[in-house]
């Protein structure tokens, strides 16, 4: 949620000769954020509203670009065998955007090889097909950039950084270890995403265990 001051944004709308409608376009229009001028959110206006009495500010809800497919779905038949766990969520992205007023405008970044998988979707909700790719054994990081691109990284996002060391004394300010019955279990059974050789499965039989 964006809180914009209602005067700066009218002083930009007679600069520009852009009416406020046409600027906050819901389902339209996107935004983008940027932290000493490097652009860390992109996304597409869902809501806006106006407080013209006390604060004099509009505040704007925008959705990341993964959102955009939560309203989606594969048509009745969907089947990939074998193939590389990026490319599936790929192509649904791509399948999905295919069409008359169809496209989000979402475009292929770099698709890391991963593993392979076979799924078979009916009708199936693609960011949650996504997501689900994503959290399965074994799984990819993935990501939509500000500029409308999808990403695919494996095993993970990011690289190992071994320069920065906790220690104490020094960045560590205190340590304490508890111990906590409030919470005692004998047998869990823990089960991630996905279905079959996909999906973590953890089988606990200790005396106690802080599951949170």
């Known amino acids: 949620m964006l809180?914009?001051?209602?005067?700066?944004?009218?002083?930009?709308?007679?600069?520009t000769n852009v009416s406020p409608k046409s600027l906050?376009?819901?389902?339209?229009?996107?935004?983008?954020?940027?932290r000493v001028g490097v652009p860390i959110f992109g996304g597409q206006i869902s809501y806006y509203e106006s407080d013209l009495l006390d604060?004099?500010?509009?505040?704007?809800?925008?959705?990341?670009?993964?959102d955009l497919f939560?309203?989606?779905?594969?048509?009745?038949?969907?089947?990939?065998?074998?193939?590389?766990?990026?490319?599936i969520a790929w192509d649904l992205i791509d399948d999905s955007?295919?069409?008359?007023?169809?496209?989000?405008?979402?475009?292929?970044?770099?698709?890391?090889?991963?593993?392979?998988?076979?799924?078979?979707?009916?009708?199936?909700?693609?960011?949650?097909?996504?997501?689900q790719l994503s959290q399965v054994k074994n799984g990819f990081d993935f990501e939509f950039t500000y500029?409308?691109?999808?990403?695919?990284?494996y095993p993970s996002m990011g690289k190992t950084r071994t320069e920065f060391e906790l220690s104490y004394p020094g960045a560590i300010k205190s340590?304490?270890?508890?111990?906590?019955?409030?919470?005692?279990?004998?047998?869990?059974i823990v089960r991630g995403q996905g279905f079959g050789e996909g999906q973590i499965i953890d089988v606990r039989q200790e005396g106690y265990r802080d599951w949170e």
């Open 70 to 87: 939560k309203d989606r779905y594969t048509s009745p038949s969907v089947t990939y065998t074998a193939q590389d766990a990026g490319a």
């Open 24 to 34: 906050l376009g819901i389902a339209q229009n996107g935004v983008i954020i940027r």
């Open 3 to 15: 809180a914009i001051d209602h005067n700066n944004l009218e002083q930009f709308c007679k600069a």
């Open 147 to 153: 500029d409308k691109k999808f990403y695919v990284y």
């Open 175 to 188: 340590i304490r270890i508890s111990t906590d019955a409030t919470k005692l279990l004998n047998y869990a």
């Open 97 to 131: 955007q295919t069409g008359t007023n169809k496209s989000f405008g979402i475009t292929q970044g770099t698709i890391q090889t991963s593993i392979s998988r076979t799924r078979v979707y009916e009708y199936k909700n693609i960011k949650e097909a996504i997501v």
């Open 55 to 66: 604060q004099k500010i509009v505040r704007i809800k925008a959705l990341g670009w993964l």
